[in-house]
């Protein structure tokens, strides 16, 4: 009489799992086992019960009880568990289990390509490539043509440095999934190493339409990088920028934005922009790359306003800054000739001696605000135009500072060189 009525009762239970009525489900199956728990049936569809309402910690005990019965072997009813299996472990993040699960399924199917597929995907996520590569592959030649195998392939390939074989497996990915933009993103970033930025361009320009925040910032980032490297400064800087708004959170790719748009800033002359950045970089990061040299750079940016104007003023303005500097030593300006935005060469001319047996002999000053080292080579070839235009001495005034061998090779010869501080110090008296 039993086996004919649970029959009924299971479909009465199939009824209310269909209609989301889970705990009614729950409380009937639950009494059904108190009565007799040796019904498979009965257990697969309270572990159902419990998977839908999302208590997978019972689901789990349910369809391992079924399993034991032996009645689902080699069946659909097996197949659907252990695909249920592996999704709940999954989710717990146990890999190893979940993938227990489809070997046992692929023994049962071979050439089933979806099983190979997760077999794959989940040596992968357990960062053992080559044996994801064997299962996507296999997945590939069992007929499956899904564009999440090529962009797995694609990033295990490209990770192996391997860019001509990545760049086809991301190819037939976007070909199958044209909106598949991490796809895209891989494609710029090959495209970008090969130094094909215009077409990289258009490849972040896809990828910047996901809704993936992280995704779309790496997009913009190196959209960015990529101009940079066609001299598009300004929408490269643009590009910066939008990518911080769109940053909700500080990772290794803002770090890397806001180092790189400092960088933009110290071109422009806008240095306590610049500095602002590099701050932000190194109190994330403090060793990265050298954010520290360039703060220790600007560091009196923010208490010395004569070095500050020295620093940030337009061209314009840099050489009248430079004529007055040159004044305050004893010289009269002749002739300034621009090299570009942050250096100046001046020939100028003593007001009274200077040395002895000199009067009013002609120097020729070199002035550089971009803050690198100067080296000997560079003090050789000022030296040598002090003969050119029959001068008597050279002056270097720098922002930064001088090697050793341009200190030793200036001991001797007639040449002032001026660092830093001793810019700084002149500046306040003039």
Avoid at 26 to 47: F, G, R, V
Avoid at 318 to 342: A, C, K, M, P
Avoid at 354 to 372: A, F, L, P
Avoid at 394 to 418: H, S
Wanted: charged share 30%.
């Amino acid at each position: 009489m039993q086996t004919l009525i649970l029959p009924h009762k299971l479909d009465n239970i199939k009824s209310l799992l269909e209609t989301g009525k889970y705990e009614q489900a729950i409380s009937a199956l639950e009494a059904m086992i108190k009565k007799s728990d040796k019904d498979p049936m009965a257990h697969l569809y309270l572990a159902e019960a419990y998977y839908l309402s999302n208590n997978y910690e019972m689901a789990i005990v349910e369809y391992k009880q079924s399993l034991i019965s032996g009645k689902f072997d080699n069946t659909a009813t097996e197949k659907l568990i252990r695909k249920r299996l592996a999704d709940i472990y999954i989710k717990f993040g146990q890999l190893e289990e979940a993938q227990k699960e489809y070997i046992i399924l692929s023994k049962q199917e071979p050439a089933n390509p979806e099983y190979l597929f997760q077999i794959g995907k989940i040596f992968y996520d357990r960062g053992m490539r080559d044996q994801a590569l064997t299962y996507l592959d296999k997945a590939l030649k069992s007929g499956k043509s899904n564009s999440q195998i090529y962009l797995i392939v694609g990033k295990i390939l490209y990770d192996m440095n391997k860019s001509a074989e990545a760049l086809s497996a991301f190819s037939n990915c976007v070909k199958l999934e044209p909106k598949n933009y991490e796809a895209h993103f891989y494609i710029g970033l090959i495209l970008k190493a090969m130094n094909s930025f215009s077409k990289a361009i258009e490849e972040f320009d896809i990828a910047e339409q996901t809704r993936d925040n992280q995704l779309k910032v790496k997009a913009i980032y190196n959209k960015g990088l990529c101009k940079l490297e066609i001299g598009d400064n300004d929408n490269a800087k643009a590009d910066f920028e939008r990518a911080l708004k769109y940053s909700n959170e500080e990772n290794n790719t803002t770090i890397a934005v806001r180092y790189t748009l400092g960088c933009v800033y110290e071109k422009e002359r806008r240095l306590l922009e610049a500095v602002e950045q590099w701050e932000k970089v190194a109190q994330l990061k403090p060793n990265y790359q050298d954010v520290q040299l360039k703060l220790a750079t600007y560091e009196d940016l923010r208490v010395d306003d004569k070095l500050k104007d020295f620093l940030t003023s337009t061209p314009t303005t840099f050489e009248i800054i430079s004529q007055n500097l040159l004044r305050n030593l004893g010289y009269e300006v002749i002739e300034t000739n621009h090299i570009d935005d942050d250096h100046l060469e001046i020939i100028g001319v003593e007001k009274s001696t200077k040395w002895r047996n000199v009067r009013g002999g002609k120097v020729i000053v070199r002035i550089s605000r971009d803050g690198e080292d100067v080296h000997e080579d560079e003090i050789s070839k000022l030296v040598e135009q002090v003969k050119a235009i029959h001068g008597v001495r050279a002056i270097y005034i720098t922002t930064g500072k001088f090697t050793n061998q341009a200190l030793r090779y200036a001991e001797n010869r007639p040449v002032d060189l001026y660092d830093r501080q001793k810019l700084t110090t002149v500046l306040k008296q003039t």
